[in-house]
């Protein structure tokens, strides 16, 4: 059980762009299924065509109960 926050940049098209970080964890054993969970969901659908911006940093939370 623990609760992971991870920061992770995506480009425009879904790419994942280097390496998901992680940012806090209460728990360290999690830390790698957190990076894993990120990079296999690798690509996320591409950005709305309103969103004009390259690329755009996310900060999760995942919770394992």
């Known amino acids: 059980k623990g609760q992971v926050q991870i920061s992770f940049t995506l480009t ?4 994942l ?10 728990n360290e054993a ?3 299924r ?3 969970c990120i990079k ?6 591409p950005f709305p065509s309103k969103v ?8 999760i939370n ?3 109960e």
């Open 52 to 59: 004009l911006k390259d690329e755009e940093v996310f900060k």
């Open 17 to 26: 762009k280097g390496e998901p970080r992680i940012l806090d964890s209460s």
């Open 34 to 36: 957190a990076i894993m």
């Open 12 to 15: 425009n098209k879904g790419q």
């Open 30 to 32: 999690l830390n790698s």
């Open 40 to 45: 296999k969901s690798s690509p996320f659908p």
């Open 62 to 64: 995942l919770v394992y």
